[in-house]
């Protein structure tokens, strides 16, 4: 039990870093595409800034996987951040590490138990948003027949195909964007999903609250029913006996017979 608190305890106070790390990772990918006539030297601090968070996750991978005492049960379970770990440097392409860094704070994310539903799904829209239309601009701005040549142009293509309207104005047209444009819309429709499903989980929680309210309030208002009964036979009861004459009951006396008057 030592190793595996260890490692819980690791991984609480590794995760604010991380996050941290990836959005400089964020700031890092984004400014040679948004300004690409910045100076080389700019270009190069961006891309070490990329490797060295790419570092970091592999640093925070091999320490966890270090204070567990499993190993292959460990491997098993996060095989995600394995890949994503490795993935890097199998392709060393800069998208590659968008894509690792991505799912590296995913799975961290997720280990956050404070981290409710809405505000996850409500982060995942905003970076695949960003990311997307960044990696997509990244990838068509020079290609010869591409119409993605702009920001704005990359944020509105990314945000029509995350929602699967696809007004066709703006489409790739190289095969790494038209990848891109896959995992946008599988990445929408599954979002899209999580947000109905918990909607409709919200509603249904709310009608079995308010049908649980209603049953205790009919039972209520049955129970009181009972008591006002028994408290109605009280009262003839008790007025009754303050008479002297029980109204009912074995003890009661017979009515006397009317008798003729004599002449």
Request: proline share 6%; net charge positive; aromatic share 8%.
């Amino acid at each position: 039990m030592k190793e595996p608190s260890r490692r819980l305890l690791w991984e609480r106070r590794s995760q604010t870093p991380l996050l941290l790390l990836a959005v400089a990772f964020a700031v890092a990918y984004a400014v040679p595409i948004v300004a690409p006539d910045a100076s080389g030297r700019v270009h190069a601090a961006c891309t070490y800034v990329e490797w060295t968070v790419w570092g970091a996750f592999a640093l925070d991978y091999l320490v966890r996987l270090g204070l567990t005492t499993d190993r292959r049960h460990f491997v098993r379970t996060h095989w995600l951040d394995l890949a994503a770990v490795v993935l890097p440097l199998v392709q060393p392409l800069r998208l590659l590490r968008l894509v690792a860094t991505l799912m590296l704070v995913g799975r961290r994310a997720r280990m956050a138990p404070q981290i409710q539903l809405t505000t996850y799904v409500a982060g995942s829209v905003v970076g695949l948003l960003m990311f997307g239309s960044l990696a997509v601009l990244s990838v068509e701005r020079d290609a010869p027949e591409g119409n993605i040549k702009n920001l704005g142009d990359a944020v509105w293509w990314s945000f029509t195909t995350m929602t699967t309207v696809g007004y066709g104005d703006h489409s790739p047209t190289t095969g790494l964007g038209r990848v891109l444009a896959v995992g946008l819309m599988l990445s929408g429709i599954a979002l899209l999903g999580v947000v109905t499903a918990n909607i409709a989980a919200w509603f249904i929680a709310r009608f079995e609250r308010d049908d649980r309210a209603e049953r205790l309030q009919l039972a209520a208002i049955r129970e009181l029913q009972a008591e006002v009964r028994a408290l109605r036979g009280e009262v003839a009861r008790l007025g009754g006996a303050a008479d002297g004459v029980p109204s009912t009951g074995p003890g009661a006396p017979a009515p006397r017979e009317a008798t003729a008057p004599t002449p």
